[in-house]
Every structure is written in structure tokens, then in C-alpha cells.
């Protein structure tokens, strides 16, 4: 009594169609990667109703021949591979011979095409598998029409109108990202949403992303062994809410990867807030036969052979592209929000420097010989007792004073990345952020530099100052500061459990911590870095990340984390006033920090305002 059978030809397709077939999106991926794959030099897309009524795909690639229509829609038949060795290192899309089958199981199908050197076109329908003789100049054409029109439980699975053509929009930026030399074209509902004419990947990354992406981007160029990557990667002031604005491609193929976006997260670490993400379109080239496609139906995963040399190649190659200590690249659109109405943005706005034009800036400036440059004048740190101080500003101080690195000083082992890379100075020894003359509203510190004016969000700078001593300090064993009382504070259930579970963790940091009563705890020292913090506040914060994560993963991933928040709330905070030498202390501290000129939540810290843009706003010599 036999109880198995062989399933039909056309449910077998249908069941496939469930890990290739998601939705409309992947119907319009399939098609577009096998029009590339044809060589196509021209790509034109239609969708109806999100791509559920309709996706019509023209192309002017190679074509399929006649007698190859029928084997197109067969499943396990392809063109682009024919041995094992051919998979191992597959240059094409497509591979799998899969792609039309499902989706002719799963919607009305049908291809037209016409192949290179013949007499004209034909036309296959993907129900009966009909031939006939049809108009075609050239390429293809596939049309596919009512996805799930015979799978009723599928087509419930699909979202609004919306909601689909929004994931279609996004896999045709995908494929248009990766093929800057193929012009292409989308439209939905007889409208035209993207023309792209082919071009540089540039044009096509400002067309799809937009020209301000590009402008607060840095271009990736690097090369390593085997290992190439190129592309733009947003600076820190970009960063997005959302992950929506990333796109990593292996080999021309959009991928994620979850070691790809480890390596780029980690290259952002120090210059971006957890919470935000950057934006970038990232191309990685490598020998295929590198890289495992063959992971998954929809190929979205790969798996790389030599996985940690990919790992680090990408994590080294974008951090050295974001360290390089912009100061002299400020870019103040993005420091200086136009204000309608006030006037001082938009004068502003229209300005931006780099560091190839700063020394001109200077020069040609009208007050050089007419205002002289203090020039000798010595950032003197006051003694302590000297001035009336709070607590904070005397925070700061003793930082400055304590974490000054000593003369000659090498930053401790292990942090190579961290060695203080000063801002370029102007050549006679002036420091490059001047000198202080006030403090604004409690909140910004005014200096007068050789190019005009300064503008320095103390918090923010004080804050990557901070960190980036606390990382040098910490790699070491961290100086600590016992509290003559220590802070009892209560916390909740699972901050008693993250404070005991973490308490090595905490102690590596420099924290002393234990239990004071059932809900209490107490601190009894602190990282003397942070000796004037607001002790529980920072313990609450710290916990909460703590708990996030198992202690384990605590000391190596998440340390610069805690180190991020450890610095924002040691930083001098708004209103608190401080002394003029105090401010200089400051300003010679981010000159000798590395990426001081944006704070750990990827704002910027200063900006100039140039003797020559001032003259323009009060229009002189006009
Ligand atoms: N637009 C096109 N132009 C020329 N040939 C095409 C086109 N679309 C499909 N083909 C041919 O049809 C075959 C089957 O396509 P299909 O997408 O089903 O499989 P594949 O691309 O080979 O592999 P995969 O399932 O991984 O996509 C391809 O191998 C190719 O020869
Ligand atoms: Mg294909």
C-alpha cells in the first residue's frame, strides 16, 4: 500500500516559489538580476498596484532563443552554470535555475523575447507554455501579472499597495545602485518615478540617495590583497533614525550580512550614537571564489572563506576614511542650521572650507597686520584655589590638569589608534582654535583664531575629550577616586542584578559598587577621570546598558559604549560658567584630540566663521 507520491511539477514550483516568491519586490529582483545578467544596457520597469497587478520588466539584453523559451520556465534550468566548479565561483546573478519557474507558478507569466541575430520575437506563455511568433525589436520582456492569483493563503500574507510598492521601489534602488552603467527606469501606475541615465557610480548614488547624502559623505577607495572597497559612507552629522539607508553589496549583489555590518558599525562606534545609524552604499569586490553565494534561495546571504581578514579589511578601511581628523573639512551647512530670519545662518551657509583653503583664507584677510596675533600668549591653567569655581568647571579643570598626556608622553599600550593627532596649525605656532574671549549663554565658548571667529559646543567637545582620555586611560588600569561618602542611591530589581552580575565589569571601569540595602546601592569609587560626575545618575545609565547585554559581551563589544556614556555624563554641563583660561584648557585639549570635531553622538563640536564671512554679512568694503 504506497502512501508516497511524487508531487506535481507545479506544486513543487509553488512550494519553491515560498522561499524565492516573498512578495512583488522579489518577483521585480529576480527579473532585474537576470536582465543584467543578459547584459542589458537599458532597463525599463512598469508596476501596477505595488507590483501585485502588474510588473512588466523590458530589457535590450541578449534574449532568449526560441527553443530555449520553454526551458526557461523549467525549473533546475539555467544558462549561467553547468558544473560544480562553475558554482564555486559564480560571476552572474542567477544561478540556480529556479527564479522564472516559481514565479510562473504563483502568477500569470509570460516572456517575450528576442535573441541576438534572430528573424524576430517570440512570445511564451507561462500557463499552457504556448508559443508564438510576437513583435519584438529586441531584448526581453517579462510580464508578470495578479501574483497569488491561485494561491489564496499567499495573498493574503501581502501588505497595502503602498507598503509593496515601497519594497519594490527599494529592491530597483538596489539593483541601480549596483549598476550605475545601465540605464534604467521605474515606473508605477503609468507614472515615472526614477529615469537614471547610465553614468558614474557617483551620479547614480546622488540620483538615488540624494546630492545631500553625498555631500555629507566620504568616498571609501581601498584596496587590500584580493579585497576592494569603494563607495560612500555618511559622516557622523548624516546619521539616520533608521537602518533604511544602507546598502552593502558583495560583488555587485546587495547583501546583508551580518559581518558586514558588524565591521561597519564597528568602524562607526566612536564617532556615532548607538542609537543613530549611518548611511552608506558600499561596494566590496573580491575574487568569487571567495565568497560562498549559494546560501540561501534569495542569495541575500553570502558567506566569505576567509571571513575575519573580510572582517577587518572593511572595519580598517572605513575607520581610517572616518578618523581622519576633519577639522579642517567642518562643513558648516551642517554645522550651522540656517535660521530664516536671523540672517547669521545664511551667511553661514554659504560657507565652506577645507583646510587646502584656510591658509589663503587668512592671508588675503585685511586683519592680519592690523590685529595682532597673540601668538605667545600660554594657555595657563589656573591653580586650584586661584578662582571660584563649581564643581563642574572644576571637573574639568582637574581633567585637564590629570589627563594631560605627559610630555613625550605615548598613549598607553594598546591603543594605537588613539595616539592625539593635532590640528593642522597655521605655520607660526598659533594654535589653530585660537583663543578664548567669552562664553555664550553658558553654552558655547567664543574664540578668535588667525581666520576670524570660533564657535565651540563646550559639552560636546568636553564630552569626546573625555572619552577619548577615558578609552587611554581605561586600557590601562584606570586611576580611581574613592568617594570620602559614598552614593547611595536605590534602583530598581534588575539594576541590583546587573550591579552584581557586572560587578567585574564595573570594577575594570574603575567603579566601585555594591549593595547598601535591598534596593539600594552604594558607590564607593569612580574612575578618577570622572571624580565630580553626578555619581548615580551615571550608575542608572550605565546599568541600563549593562543589562542589555550578557556581562561577557560587555568588556569587549560594548566598552566604548559605556565609555561614550561615562563621557557625556562627565562632561561639563549647559550653564555652568567657566573661566576664560579654563576655556583655553579646553580648546588645547581638542586640538590634540583625535576626531575632536564631532562629540560621541556625531555632532559637530566648533565651527568658524571666517573674518571674510563676516565682512560679507555686514556687506564691508561692498
Ligand atoms: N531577461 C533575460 N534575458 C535573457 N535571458 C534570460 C532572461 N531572463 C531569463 N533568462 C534565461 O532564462 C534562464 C532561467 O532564468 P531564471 O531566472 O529562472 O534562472 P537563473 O537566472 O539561471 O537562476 P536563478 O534562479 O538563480 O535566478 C536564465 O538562465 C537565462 O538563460
Ligand atoms: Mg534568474
Known sequence: MSVIHRLSDLLVNQIAAGEVVERPASVLKEVLENAVDAGARAIEVQLEQGGVRRIRVADDGCGIDRDDLALALERHATSKIATLDDLEQVGTMGFRGEALAAIAAVARTSITSRATGAGHAWRIDGGDRSLAPAALNQGTVVDVADLYYNTPARRKFLKTEGTEYAHCDDMFRRVALARPDVGMQLSHNGRVVHRLPPGTPAARIGALMGDDFLQHAREVSAEGGLLRLTGFASLPAYSRASRDAQFFFVNGRFVRDKLLTHAVREAYTDILHGSRHPAYVLFLDLDPAGVDVNVHP?????????????????????????????????????????????????????????????????????????????SSTPPAIPRQGQLAMDSASRAYLDFAASARPPAGGAPSAGMPAAAPRPLPDDGDGAPPLGFALAQLHGVYILAQNRAGLVLVDMHAAHERILYEKLKTVLDGRPSVQRLLIPAVFSVGAKD???????????????????????????????????????????????????????????????????????????????????????????????????????????????????????????????
Not at 551642517?334 to 583664507?361: I, K
Request: hydrophobic residues 40%; charged residues 25%.
Open 298 to 374: 534569495a542569495k541575500i546571504e553570502v558567506r566569505f572563506r576567509e571571513s575575519r581578514a573580510v572582517h577587518q579589511f572593511v572595519y580598517h578601511a572605513l575607520k581610517r576614511v572616518l578618523a581622519e581628523s576633519g577639522a579642517g573639512r567642518i562643513d558648516t551647512q551642517a554645522a550651522v542650521p540656517s535660521t530664516p530670519g536671523t540672517g547669521f545662518g545664511g551667511a553661514a551657509n554659504t560657507l565652506r572650507y577645507t583646510s587646502a583653503e584656510r591658509p589663503a583664507d587668512a592671508a588675503s584677510s585685511s586683519y592680519d597686520s592690523a590685529r595682532p596675533w597673540p
Open 496 to 622: 541590583m542584578a546587573a550591579a552584581e552580575e557586572c560587578s567585574e565589569v564595573l570594577a575594570a571601569l574603575g567603579f566601585d559598587v555594591g549593595a547598601a540595602g535591598p534596593q539600594e546601592l552604594a558607590v564607593r569609587s569612580v574612575p578618577a577621570l570622572l571624580a565630580n560626575a553626578p555619581v548615580a545618575e551615571l550608575m542608572r545609565n550605565l546599568l541600563e546598558e549593562l543589562r542589555e547585554f550578557p556581562a561577557s559581551d560587555v568588556v569587549t563589544a560594548r566598552r566604548n559604549e559605556l565609555l561614550a556614556t561615562m563621557a557625556c555624563h562627565g562632561a561639563v554641563r549647559a550653564n555652568r560658567q567657566l573661566t576664560i583660561p579654563e576655556m583655553n584648557a579646553l580648546l588645547r585639549d581638542m586640538e590634540a584630540t583625535e576626531r575632536a570635531d564631532q562629540c560621541n553622538h556625531g555632532r559637530p563640536t566648533w565651527t568658524q566663521l571666517t573674518m571674510g564671512d563676516l565682512d560679507r554679512f555686514f556687506m564691508r568694503g561692498q
